[in-house]
């Protein structure tokens, strides 16, 4: 019933909502409509305006035209400057219109205009109370427009002058931002307004300069910066085109030079300003700081400007903007990352290099200046170091010309060429002979008055490591020295830091500069007497003296060394230095001549490194794996220089029996060494038996002892972990077998067909070897490993005929490395070499000794070892000899009419190798004959045969692994492939025998055996192995008998060959003594199997 009445109210309701909307909707047009003619007013009021200031310019330019020839008033110039800065507001000027005002603005104007006698310059109305405010915006605003002007990298209204060189408005800024031009006038406008204190207007000038530089020193500092490296990176473009060339340039490119120095000097001799006219220390802090960090982190600034501007520059930069600089990081918000980066760190060292330079060199005896240079430069690596790195990572994102990757805010787009001038012509000084000689001339003249007083104290590193007696060094020093001795423990600690920061800053910028590194090292290492005179220095740091300061670090802050130690960059770079030095010496300069080290000094070197570094490897378990990685990484040239010392020692042996032993073996009487140095702490080191457990538990001490110091464990130790090694890999592998038949007339032929194919997994595996006689038909008999060591042992036999030409041997000692004209044999050979280091590996790996003596440079390779001059004698005694000679002639050497080229006979044919590029056109000289020297050992080392010995060596590792023989020498790596080359002992031998079949010991037979063999000579024992285990050698151990079972421990007179068998049942049946010579005449005759086996068939039937 309500129907009605409720359809009435909807429609009113919706109704009233339309008509509201509709109203809505109006509103909202007027709006919009509104908007429109607002934003229509104001573009039409902008395009009424544009035009405008072209029409303000065009009046002032017709008002007062060219107003530098018109006579005008101070106040008339005054109104004028006052439109000039009105308009600049609105539009800018030009430079054309600038560059007018400069030249009237330094040109005096007349005080009255109805005179013109009385001539003031404009800043005279700085005396005038009525015009100073106005006037001093006048002048900011102009400076601020010619210092933007100046700083222009692009002249728009002369595009053929890319820079702003010269004008009018440097000449402006010089008069007028130097608060000492602003001389106080006698002639003022009206009296009742003057200023009369004088003082007052320097500090007017002073107030000018200041508001104007802030320009030049803005947030970023890229107005002045930017500008001074685009006329850099141009001037350095400009001389490098002339030296290339050849020629001096033309006369523009010259005119551009001198404008550019020009520049550069002006804009430095302005910013010098703030800090000549520093009325408090507050002012001279800012001003130093905004020259550092702006100015003088300008590449190659110093060499361009002036002598007298350079004067007034290196003034303040050594006195008050060196301080700052010392105490400024990279945490420092006002000089920070935004401001400097490493860009401007290494930019600012250089310069200051080059300001140093020149003092320090005019004044030797201000060493304190010295002092402060690398105190500066080692500061400022530090702050410019964590800006680069090596390879690209977050955040290093941008490619450096120098350090690879960078993440500098500001400098890695500028010119390559800019950053190598700055290395090679300023930091360059830093490692320049001149500059090392003066920083080293106190070591080289250290002179100790008295030994040290090391009374109730472990006085020397001998009677600290061997107990032997001190001998004194102090009686090398140069008489005519000029450094005072040494009296007193201060000055002995004031010299070890000076000490410390030449040589802390020589590793830093090695450190820094990758490429130079090796140039820094090769002047230190070369200095004449520094390296002998060094070892001497270090003897003499600390209480005690006798390095004992670094064996104590060693032992007790092995994790923090480098903080806890600050003498510790002094050793470091003397092994870096002296390693460098032992590269290019001699048997003739070690031996004979004893330079740079006595036999005694290198006694004590070698004892001291073998300590100091075995001392670092036992600290492994007492810190973080990675930190203790770091640690030996960075003692690696301490590393390098003891394993020359000890390869030195193998050479040609110079130290006592036992010398580098550290890990006692129970079965010497020697103590070990260590036990001395270590008794006041729980790392003693332990015995071999104790040292070989730990190593098969995993123990990490050990492991890092045998892989880092081998040398300091005994051979016995090392032979049983290496056969460990092998007999883990063996349990560990999945059982396979191969068998393969071969002719005993080409056994290389047939093995090589059967074995070369086979995968390196399954050549460690069991080979089966089934001999096939001359008929074709099989030899009988089961495989126990027998046949296979005998196809092994005449495999290697055969590849060392001549017939083959696979190896030469050495002219006196016989001792096999691969041929360089193996090549002459076919294609194959390179397969071959291969082939033969697999099966020397697969020799050592079963266990079989061979009858083969490698050369001691062919067993380096195989080490992984680098061969240097003196394995050359080894090689070819003549041309080692030669270049001896060479090395050491003091004649002229271009009389000899060397070139870097060499001639080899191959055949009929003599084929000619340059040893360098074009070497055949470059002559042997007096400056060049060490690299010819060491490029032709290098040739006749590693060049000529280096496909074959890399092919025997891949071969030859693909079985034996390289870091397992990395744990001999490579004499020692000899004893391990043919044993050792002393004779058996009988009674030893006959108590390790064990007897098969009902013999005994007793036996008369057997006793007959050991009568027979007792009488043999040394050639007949060898020829008795040879026969019984196809190798005249002992195994390598301690115990003198053949056939030790290293894996299980057992010992006895194994049946290796079919040979074995032979001979045993000969002696068995032997009744006479006098069938010893038909005996050994089977024996001989073992190197002919087949002849062999004839003989001892004809012995039988004798018997």
Known sequence: MFNPVDKGKQSFVEKTRTERQQRERERLDRLDQAKRTQAANVIQHWWRRRPQPETLWAWFDAEYGDFTTTSLHLIAFYRLLGQYCLFSRRSPPGSHRLMTLCKRMTMKCSLHPSSSSVQVPFYALLMDKRYRQTTMYYIETVMNQC???????????????????????????????NPAAYKPVQHVLDPHYSLNNDDDLSVVGLGILDATLTTFFDASGSLLREACVKRVERLVKLENRSKQRGKPMDKDNAKLVNGIKLWLTTVTRIVLFPLENATDSDQLARAATRTWTFLLTTPLLVRHVSTLVLDHLRKWTL??????????????????????????????????????????????????????????????ISLATPYYSDRQRHPYSHYHP???????????????????????????????????????????????????????????????LAGKKKTTMDDASSSNSNTPPINTKKDMAEFSINTQLVFS????????????????????????????????????FGPQGNMVIYLDAARKHAADISNKEPLIDVLKMFCEACSLVFLTLDDIDIFEKETPFALSDLLDLGRFLNTFYFALVQQSNKMDANLHSNTLYSFHAAKRLLLQLYDLDNRHPFCPPDHWLLVSDPMMSKQSLLRLVFSATKDTPPEASQFLAQVRQGDLVPMRILQLMPHTIPFTTRLHIFRDWIQLEKVSMHPSAHTICVRRQHVLEDGFRALSRLSHESLKGTIRVTFVNQLGMEEAGIDQGGPFKDFVTMLISEVFEPKYGLFSCTPETNLFYPATTSSLLGSNHIHLFEFIGKMIGKAIYEGILLDCQFACFLLAKILGRNVFLEALQ?????????????????????????????????????????????????????????????LMADFKLNQQARDQTKAFIQGFRSIISAGWIKVFSPPELQRVISGEDMDFDVPDLRRHTQYQNGYFDQHPIIKLLWQIVQGFNSDEKRAFLKFVTSCPKLQPTKVACVGVDYLTGRAGLRRRTAWASWIRGLLIRSASKIMADTMIESMRNTTNRTKGRQDMVGLEEKI
């Open 147 to 177: 210092l933007e002007r100046i700083c222009t990298h692009h002249d728009t209204d002369a595009p053929d002058k890319p820079f702003y060189l010269t004008g009018p408005e440097l000449t402006t800024l010089l008069y007028y931002l």
């Open 319 to 380: 006195g008050a903007i060196h301080p700052l600089v010392m105490k400024s990081s990279n945490k420092d918000t006002t000089t920070g990352d935004s401001l400097v980066g490493g860009n401007g760190y290494l930019f600012l060292m250089a310069n200051l290099v080059d300001l140093y330079q020149e003092k320090f060199m005019n004044h030797q005896e201000e060493r304190e200046m010295a002092l402060h240079l690398l105190t500066s430069v080692m500061h400022l």
């Open 402 to 464: 120098i350090f690879k990757w960078s993440c500098c805010p500001w400098g890695d787009q500028i010119d390559a060429p800019v950053y190598e001038a700055v290395v090679q012509d300023q930091l360059a000084t830093l490692w320049s002979r001149h500059f090392m000689d003066q920083l080293l001339e106190p070591i080289l003249k250290f002179a100790h008055s008295s030994p040290l007083n090391l009374a109730n104290k472990v006085t020397t590193t001998r009677r600290l």
């Open 505 to 540: 800053m020589y590793s830093q910028l090695g450190n820094l500069f990758t490429v130079q590194r090796k140039i820094i090292l090769a002047r230190i290492a070369f200095t004449p007497g520094l390296m002998s005179q060094l070892w001497r220095v270090m003897n003499h």
């Open 874 to 934: 080894e090689l070819d005694e003549d041309v080692w000899r030669n270049l001896i000679f060479l090395k050491h002639y003091e004649g002229n050497v271009e009389d000899l009419g060397l070139t870097f080229a060499t001639d080899e006979k191959t055949l009929d044919t003599v084929v000619t190798t340059e040893l360098k590029y074009h070497g055949q056109t470059i002559g042997v000289t007096n400056d060049n004959k060490l690299e010819y020297v060491y």
